[in-house]
């Protein structure tokens, strides 16, 4: 990388700048997007940017072998979901009887998807 200033005064183009500041104009609405997607991370603005440049080059995808296990993931979580589903209506419908100790394993499912929302 050459630095564009160093360069166009004439002295001799420096490779790679261990620092630089790169300005861009934008809107208002746009620098608040910024702003909130950022704070809502937990980034500064800068970070936020980095982040943003990283990923458009591809640097920050995401492994083969890593979408592979979400995917196997979600699709368990998906079936225990379908299943949860499927005892829901039996026991609406008066078909289905439950043990005391599995009414507490049920509140206590309940209680961690009650977390997670």
């Known amino acids: 990388m050459t630095d564009i200033n160093t360069a166009e ?18 809107s208002a609405a746009d620098i608040d997007a910024i702003s909130r997607a950022a704070s809502a991370q937990g ?16 640097e ?19 079936g225990a979901c379908n299943n949860l589903n499927q005892m829901t209506r039996t026991a609406r419908r008066g078909l289905l009887a439950w043990r005391e100790e599995e009414r507490a394993e049920i509140r206590k499912i309940q209680r961690h998807v009650d977390e997670i929302r």
């Open 9 to 26: 005064s004439g002295e001799q183009a420096r490779t790679t700048p261990r620092s630089g500041v790169f300005s861009v104009r934008m």
């Open 43 to 58: 980034l500064s603005r800068n970070e936020l940017i980095k982040r943003l440049s990283r990923h458009a080059n591809g």
């Open 60 to 78: 920050l995808a995401v492994p083969d072998e890593m979408m592979g296990a979400w995917r196997d993931t979600l699709r368990q979580l998906n």
